[in-house]
């Protein structure tokens, strides 16, 4: 496993952007998938990205607007999020695994989580 540690999260107007970051430990990083999934009050956990070493994938309610990237040499990945709307709002967590899926369970490393709020 791999500890993960987002930061990044915080207030901002409908139209704005906020990137998030997280920070993973050990050496071998870069053969992870990594993932950013977000969970709202009173809903369940969603998929919003993930990236593998060739290519990412985002879901449909951010594509367009959110961007995965990764250094691998900051043992970091990064979700710059443009054109934030209210719906937005939710903890965003960060997931490290071995499998290209949008299902949470398949990934076995998680941080603790950051606040987004996009206020209207």
């Known amino acids: 496993q791999v500890r993960l540690v987002e930061s990044g999260g915080g207030l901002v107007q409908a139209g704005g952007s906020l990137r998030l970051s997280c920070a993973a430990s050990g050496r071998t990083f870069n053969n992870y998938i990594m993932g950013w999934f977000r969970q709202a009050p009173g809903k369940e956990r969603e998929f919003v990205a993930f990236?593998?070493?060739?290519?990412?994938s985002y879901s449909d309610s951010v594509k367009g607007r959110f961007t995965i990237s990764r250094d691998n040499a900051k043992n970091t990945v990064y979700l710059q999020m443009d054109s934030l709307k209210p719906e937005d709002t939710a903890v965003y967590y960060c997931?490290?695994?071995?499998?290209?899926?949008?299902?949470?369970?398949?990934?076995?490393?998680w941080g603790q989580g950051t606040q987004v709020t996009v206020s209207s």
């Open positions: 997931a490290a695994g071995m499998h290209e899926t949008t299902r949470y369970a398949l990934y076995n490393s």
């Open positions: 990236i593998t070493r060739s290519g990412t």
